[in-house]
């Protein structure tokens, strides 16, 4: 089992639409977690991060849901704009470990 | 520019030369990361620096693979005998701390012929 596993997708969507990416972790000791976002050929960005209390930034929502290991992004109102890879993110640290494990990424597609 | 800087941005090697990659973090960050992706892959850990100590090595990280932090600012990444399966791109990362957000440089890619 990966570490980190998200929705294969890819997702196309109309502008506008609401869309929902989920993610699950396999080491309950996991510490952080992110959304980053990968335009083609282009670096990771960091979207943000993810709190247990769940978190809300203008038109996109992350929630963590520690006891099912379960990570999902939910993006309101989809502009053309948000067409890229969306990755989960798991960051384990203890020790001198501090390295970021990405799922592979789902595709998200928005068309007008 | 004061974001992760990695140089060159793209490489194109014959196979069996050797390459090296630079990476200059974010100044005040202590933290240095490299990755690589593949395609239709996230990235994936190989080592990273604490200062100029690197603390750990991904097993992706064969006897080939070797990057220093001398003076704990900018880092190099070296790959000898290059084979067509290190064709990827390198991702430089840095970071202030242990549990801190982390920085992407825009890359190496590199593809061996």
């Known amino acids: 089992r990966k570490e980190v596993e998200q929705d294969p997708g890819p997702f196309n969507v109309p502008e506008g639409a609401t869309v929902a990416f989920n993610c699950t972790y396999s080491?309950?000791?996991?510490?952080?977690f992110f959304w980053y976002r990968q335009d083609c050929r282009k670096e990771p960005k960091l979207l943000m991060s993810v709190y247990s209390s769940g978190n809300e930034d203008g038109r996109f929502t992350a929630q963590l849901n520690r006891a099912s290991q379960y990570i999902s992004l939910l993006i309101r109102d989809s502009k053309l704009s948000d067409s890229a890879t969306y990755l989960c993110v798991v960051l384990n640290y203890g020790g001198s470990q501090g390295n970021l494990i990405f799922g592979k990424g789902t595709k998200l597609s928005v068309k007008p | 520019d004061t974001g992760v800087s990695q140089d060159p941005r793209h490489k194109i090697t014959k196979r069996g030369q050797n390459v090296t990659f630079r990476c200059d973090p974010i100044s005040e960050h202590n933290r240095l990361y490299w990755y690589r992706q593949t395609l239709g892959q996230g990235p994936e850990f190989l080592t990273y620096?604490?200062?100029?100590?690197?603390?750990?090595k991904s097993r992706l990280l064969s006897d080939r693979f070797s990057a220093e932090r001398p003076k704990g600012s900018f880092s190099t990444l070296e790959i000898q005998r290059t084979e067509q399966g290190d064709s990827a791109m390198y991702l430089c990362?840095?970071?202030?701390?242990?549990?801190?957000?982390?920085?992407f440089g825009a890359g190496t890619r590199l593809s061996v012929l």
């Open positions: 990362a840095s970071s202030p701390s242990l549990a801190g957000i982390q920085y």
């Open positions: 620096f604490q200062n100029e100590a690197q603390l750990e």
């Open positions: 080491n309950s000791a996991s510490q952080s």
